[in-house]
């Protein structure tokens, strides 16, 4: 197959079929071709992982669109959390009695999000990344307020106002690094192309370069859901129908913190890691220990599986600091373990709602007596985001912890760790108040249909698989870690 189309089909299949909703409406057929576009993007991933271990990268339409391991790596996790999101949805708005209209609305914007994520993982122009990623910002407020709730809608509000800071931020720091460019006589064309500006790294400006990485580190952190602009995160997971909410915070966040993490690597080029590595210890120490503040207090398990999301993504930035190749490899599977298991736990989360009619966790208990099938994937979701063995987390974690001694950052390491163990109790001790004890009342036992358990079990157990062996993804991983790491 074609190198352009390869590139194009992950952006291209999602549009596709967003353009059915509009003219077919919300039809069983239509909702379940909502499975091709992640089909598609897992295809022309596992297709291209073969080129660029081949070749080292694949580029076409004049370098404007490029795939390397990393980019690969990205668009695995966003073909595998698409599918579980598209395939949790067609019950999940069953459940909900979603009206005709409204599924159709949620159908295309959907696949719109999809097609945005794509688009900013397979770009290699620091520009489009940035109009992918306020893409995002665009197409999930409208499915933030999907119920159009007094709740839902000041959520989306607030998700609006705190990313297009974030974003506007971002926005400043690509001005800068284009700026920067120029003056290194870089040409326009070729300003914001990220392969190129790697290679006159040595040339740009420092003071500059300094300055707009800060920037678009605290911009695009913002939809990572780093401090100091997180604020919209709980809010935004806790009010959007359940299968956002896992893509969202499946995917999105590390699509946003990719972008983070080529504007680190360019900063490491040309100031030297420290500057980086400082900046990220500081935003993750400080993300981590408020995620692990608000897991102690929150009462919401939608809301408190947002934090985790927090607390998840600390640990993501903490490796970037380290920024050794163990690390970065500890990272990125960091990125595809924490997709598939919060991904798990927002779909059967949405479908406990349903059950219960309510998201407070005071208000729900005996759930593995009372569901069994949906309080079983919930538990094991809970467990896998606990990074328990056998799932990838407990690895990647490990990898992180041991990669920070190595690279004599052991206060950051130790510290990160007390505030995990704080969030491992957090949430164990709800987990288990949900999922333990006997069921309220003499009802028998709710049998779950198997579209409400069956795509986060297969999730889990992806999950899973990777933290028994990553030998399949071996060599993409240890590509991708070269290119993320230094």
């Known amino acids: 197959m074609p190198d352009a189309l390869l590139l194009a089909g992950p952006v291209a299949a999602p549009l596709a079929v967003?353009?059915?909703?509009?003219?077919?409406?919300?039809?069983?057929?239509?909702?379940?071709?909502?499975?091709?576009?992640?089909?598609?993007?897992?295809?022309?991933?596992?297709?291209?992982?073969?080129?660029?271990?081949?070749?080292?990268?694949?580029?076409?339409y004049d370098g404007l669109l490029r795939a390397d391991a990393l980019t690969v790596w990205i668009l695995l996790g966003i073909g595998a959390v698409g599918a579980l999101a598209c395939a949790a949805g067609p019950a999940y708005l069953a459940a909900e009695r979603t009206d005709p209209v409204d599924a159709r609305r949620y159908g295309l914007l959907v696949h719109l999000f999809l097609a945005a994520m794509a688009l900013a993982t397979l770009t290699a122009n620091l520009g489009v990344l940035w109009v992918a990623i306020e893409a995002t910002t665009i197409v999930t407020a409208f499915l933030v307020g999907h119920r159009r709730t007094r709740a839902g809608v000041e959520a989306a509000w607030k998700y609006v106002v705190i990313c297009s800071v974030g974003i506007a931020l971002a926005f400043l720091g690509t001005v800068l690094v284009y700026f920067a460019a120029r003056h290194a006589g870089i040409p326009?064309?070729?300003?914001?192309?990220?392969?190129?500006?790697?290679?006159?790294?040595?040339?740009?400006?420092?003071?500059t370069l300094r300055l707009g990485t800060a920037l678009a580190v605290l911009g695009f952190g913002a939809k990572a859901g780093l401090v100091p602009l997180h604020a919209w995160l709980p809010d935004a997971h806790s009010q959007a129908p359940a299968p956002v909410s896992a893509l969202m915070s499946g995917v999105l966040l590390a699509v946003a913190f990719t972008a983070v993490l080529r504007h680190k690597v360019l900063a490491d080029s040309t100031l030297g890691t420290g500057f980086a590595r400082a900046l990220l210890l500081a935003v993750a120490l400080a993300t981590l220990a408020l995620a692990a503040a608000l897991l102690l207090a929150q009462r919401d398990y939608k809301r408190m599986l947002a934090y985790s999301s927090m607390e998840h993504m600390s640990l993501i930035a903490l490796a970037a600091g380290v920024g050794t190749h163990l690390a970065t490899a500890a990272l990125l599977l960091h990125m595809a373990g924490h997709g598939l298991a919060k991904g798990a736990a927002f779909c059967s989360s949405g479908h406990v709602a349903h059950l219960v009619h309510t998201t407070r966790i005071g208000r729900v208990r005996g759930l593995l007596g009372r569901a069994p099938a949906l309080g079983a994937v919930l538990g094991l979701a809970l467990l896998a985001l606990l990074a328990l063995p056998p799932f990838s987390l407990f690895a990647s974690e490990?990898?992180?912890?041991?990669?920070?001694?190595?690279?004599?950052?052991?206060?950051?390491?130790?510290?990160?760790?007390?505030?995990?163990?704080?969030?491992?109790?957090?949430?164990?001790?709800?987990?288990?108040?949900?999922?333990?004890?006997?069921?309220p009342g003499p009802a028998a036992p709710v049998v779950s249909g198997a579209s409400a358990w069956l795509p986060p079990a297969a999730a889990l157990a992806a999950c899973a698989a990777l933290g028994v062996t990553v030998a399949p993804l071996r060599d993409l991983l240890d590509a991708a870690a070269t290119i993320g790491g230094h």
Do not use: K, N
């Open 188 to 207: 326009e064309s070729r300003a914001l192309d990220w392969p190129t500006l790697i290679a006159h790294a040595d040339r740009l400006d420092q003071p």
């Open 398 to 439: 490990l990898g992180i912890a041991r990669a920070g001694f190595d690279a004599g950052l052991g206060w950051s390491v130790v510290l990160a760790l007390v505030l995990v163990l704080v969030a491992f109790a957090a949430i164990a001790v709800r987990g288990a108040r949900m999922l333990l004890g006997p069921p």
């Open 18 to 60: 967003a353009a059915l909703y509009p003219a077919v409406g919300w039809r069983p057929a239509t909702a379940w071709a909502g499975l091709f576009p992640p089909a598609a993007v897992l295809a022309c991933a596992g297709a291209l992982a073969t080129e660029v271990l081949r070749h080292g990268s694949v580029t076409a």
